[in-house]
């Protein structure tokens, strides 16, 4: 197993550092780049965190002047950005670095998009052509990720929703990719075991979908397959020791791998996920870990080559499926969708919604309404 304790570059397309302790070098990094005027964006939760609080104290410290931006929810609206805007404008920064979990990094991303671009915010929305509105420069952008899940240091886009109707929007751009990411395992040390098993199931997601999806991508294909596997041999451990040096380390390289994959697609499992979180609030990684071994299972027929690459990546005899299944008890995660609220009555809505979901065309093996109702039977 790699060694954590000492840093490791390189470059996929984004510059990473990845290792214990890589944050202390945000400050040197701006510094040498001639940005003293960092804004800080981060979430209401992680700004309280005492990680956080040294990350800036650190930065005065070295002579920067840092303002911090935590006013932002927990599924970030467009208002969030508009006020992160102008605090950027008012407090004359001059870099934007973007510390949390997804939703924190969404809204630095879409912060730094509003910077330079001045129609309104969701004119720049990917699915009606926006991207082609993203001609200007944005600031310098970092990311530091404090959990193992979304990836979305690695990402190009933000989700941001509407205010009132709470519709999602995708603001895309490979404009808006970060030009560095420090990956610090010791920010995730802190993080419940429920939230590691969760986020990391999410992460295997990512990788495990990404293989499966449809269309040639070697490339994504071998970075899903090798994200799997160090999912598999580390997400126990990093569970059960949450100070685990390396296994923290393998998580947040192998959850930034999946999403650096899943630029090929996704599929069926963030499909039947994703209206679990729309219609019920449901966590997103929890939405995954409970619809992934059914998906699996599905695509399992006629996939049987892939299947047997993903069973040596993920090192077990058991089929996919049951591996899953074992690996989710072993996490204390839940079997059925029942103990989570979701009742027969709303397994209809799901699977509309799920038919009409952004990743389902993605997925190798064509889905009916049909098929997807009984995917959530089996799960509930
Ligand atoms: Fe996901």
Redesign the pocket.
């Known amino acids: 197993m790699q060694d954590f304790k000492n840093a490791i570059n390189f470059s996929f397309p984004t510059n990473i550092q990845i290792g214990c302790g890589v944050v202390k070098n945000l400050g040197k990094h701006l510094k040498d780049r001639n940005f003293k005027e960092p804004l800080l964006v981060t979430d209401p939760i992680v700004a309280k965190l005492d990680f956080f609080k040294k990350i800036e104290h650190d930065l005065k410290k070295q002579g920067l002047n840092p303002e911090v931006f935590y006013d932002i929810h927990k599924n970030p609206v467009k208002s969030d950005v508009l006020k992160g805007k102008d605090y950027y404008i008012n407090t004359k920064r001059d870099s934007i670095v973007g510390i949390g979990g997804g939703a924190g990094m969404d809204v630095a991303r879409a912060i730094a998009l509003s910077i330079n671009h001045h129609r309104d915010l969701f004119d720049y929305d990917d699915l009606i052509g926006g991207d082609k509105y993203v001609t200007e420069e944005v600031p310098y952008f970092i990311t530091i990720p404090t959990t193992s899940g979304?990836g979305s240091e690695v990402g190009r886009s933000a989700i941001i929703s509407e205010d009132e109707s709470k519709r999602k929007r995708i603001l895309f751009s490979p404009k808006l990719l970060a030009s560095q990411v420090f990956a610090d395992p010791e920010l995730t040390y802190g993080l419940p075991a429920y939230v590691t098993a969760a986020t990391g199931m999410?992460a295997l997601?990512?990788n495990m979908e990404a293989f499966l999806a449809k269309g040639y991508h070697p490339m994504a294909d071998g970075i899903a397959l090798e994200g799997a596997s160090m999912i598999a041999r580390s997400i126990e451990k990093a569970v059960q020791n949450p100070n685990d040096s390396n296994a923290r380390g393998e998580m947040l390289l192998a959850s930034l791998m999946g999403a650096v994959a899943f630029q090929k697609g996704l599929g069926i499992v963030?499909a039947t996920a994703h209206p679990l979180s729309t219609l019920l609030d449901m966590h997103?990684g929890l939405a995954?870990s409970m619809m992934i071994p059914y998906g699996m299972e599905y695509n399992s027929k006629g996939l049987e080559n892939k299947f047997e690459q993903l069973q040596k990546a993920l090192d077990t005899k058991l089929a996919v499926p049951d591996y899953l299944h074992t690996l989710k008890s072993k996490l204390e995660l839940p079997e059925h969708l029942s103990e989570l609220g979701v009742e027969g009555a709303h397994l209809d809505d799901l699977s509309e919604l799920a038919l009409k979901d952004f990743c389902l065309p993605a997925n190798p093996r064509e889905a009916d309404i049909t098929d997807l109702k009984k995917i959530y039977e089996q799960a509930l």
């Open positions: 979304t999410d997601t990512h963030h997103h995954n």
